[in-house]
């Protein structure tokens, strides 16, 4: 017989990331990050590869970060729509978590699988700091895309880049319900 946690299935089903745009002062301490982490941190790890690492961008670095996007976007010959849109998540962001994924080499483990790691670490990410009570979202864009802008902005290694960013502060507005996948319409069952 399973032994239900009624709490965490009723947190999972009516979970909702909060728009980046909308996230105020203040932010988690780094006391407060801790568990946030640390639950991010027990993720599916198929041989224990640990293929992810976190970088904690603060506010004083969201500037310099954004001044990157704008220099990486002109040389990448981007409009000033794309370099905006890039821009600003560094430019209202007050606190994120790059969930960077370090490919290992394994003989066992193939790298879509150290793939999918990184991405379940930065849903668990996400649900931990909602869970805390924070607002959070899950952002990406061109710039985390980007190689070059990695390895200049975070220091990433070749065998690195992130898997998403992870915008953690204070609710400023409740976003209204979005609507959600018909289930039924995309579960198949097989019996036989």
């Known amino acids: 017989m399973p032994d239900p946690n009624p709490a965490a299935l009723d947190f999972l ?3 909702r990331s909060r728009p980046a745009k909308t996230l105020q002062m203040p932010v988690p301490s780094r006391d407060e ?10 993720s599916p790890d198929h041989g224990k ?4 690492r976190f970088i904690i961008i603060e506010k004083p670095a969201m500037a310099r970060l954004s001044e990157a996007v704008a220099t990486r976007g002109a040389a990448l010959g981007l409009d000033d ?6 821009r600003g998540q560094f430019d209202q962001g007050h606190l994120a978590v790059a969930v960077v994924e370090c490919q290992r080499p394994s003989e066992k483990i ?4 150290q793939t999918y790691s990184a991405g379940a670490v930065c849903l668990a990410l996400l649900n931990a700091a909602l869970a805390s009570g924070w607002g959070a979202n899950w952002l990406s864009g061109w710039p985390t895309h980007d190689p070059i802008f990695g390895r200049e902005t975070l220091g990433l290694a070749d065998n690195e ?4 960013l992870i915008h953690i502060g204070t609710e400023s507005a409740a976003p209204p319900e979005r609507p959600r996948p018909d ?7 097989v019996s036989e």
């Not at 590869?49 to 992810?52: D, G, S, T, V």
């Not at 289930?183 to 069952?189: G, S």
């Open 81 to 86: 729509d794309q370099i905006a849109k890039g």
């Open 13 to 15: 089903l009516s979970r």
């Open 49 to 52: 590869l640990e293929p992810w």
């Open 161 to 164: 880049r992130i898997a998403g």
């Open 110 to 113: 193939p790298a879509i699988e």
């Open 183 to 189: 289930i039924d319409a995309l579960t198949t069952w």
């Open 33 to 42: 990050m801790a568990p946030i982490l640390t639950a991010a941190g027990r």
